[in-house]
């Protein structure tokens, strides 16, 4: 199975409600390592940057608005098959819809506050990573 990154975001309302700590928990039980991370309350434009690729799409506008409306962990994930393994964790994007006992399901409130945030392959992670990390600040193997 391939090493991989993936980078995470524990979003505003999971920080909001004191659930850093469980999250990064879950994703330490399944294997994965925590190999750069960093708190930061995004601006909208830092916000919208990170979410260009949805900014044609009706909820672009309230996406960036609540994403930078409180701060955000952000961080980088190592491991083996990491991009499918931490969105197997967080389950599905509408908490509605998430499998139980995944972090979509324990910890969000809405489709919009939907507690994380995971790249979803292999392309975008690498993109991701790189919008909020120097090479510098990866501590992981190379
Ligand atoms: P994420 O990018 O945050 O990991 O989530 P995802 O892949 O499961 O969902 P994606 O389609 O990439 O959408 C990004 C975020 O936009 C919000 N969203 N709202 N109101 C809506 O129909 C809607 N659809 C998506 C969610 O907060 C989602 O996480
Ligand atoms: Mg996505």
Redesign the pocket.
């Known amino acids: 199975m391939a090493t991989e990154r993936t980078l995470s975001i524990i979003k505003p309302d999971a920080v909001a409600k004191n659930a850093i700590g469980a999250i990064l928990q879950r994703f330490e039980n399944a294997g994965l390592r925590i190999v750069a991370a960093k708190m930061m309350h995004l601006s909208p434009a830092q916000a919208g940057g990170f979410?260009a690729v949805?900014k044609e799409r009706p909820?672009y506008g309230e996406?960036c608005a609540f994403m930078s409306s409180g701060p955000v962990l952000i961080s980088v994930l190592e491991g083996d098959n990491a991009i499918a393994r931490n969105r197997e964790l967080?389950g599905a994007?509408d908490p509605r819809k998430a499998e139980a006992g995944t972090i979509r399901a324990d910890f969000a409130e809405s489709?919009?506050a939907?507690a994380?945030?995971?790249s979803?392959a292999a392309e975008t992670a690498a993109w991701e990573i790189s919008y909020f990390f120097s090479q510098l600040e990866i501590a992981g193997r190379e």
Do not use: Q
Request: charged residues 15%.
């Open positions: 979410y949805h909820f996406l967080m994007t489709i919009d939907n994380v945030h995971g979803d």
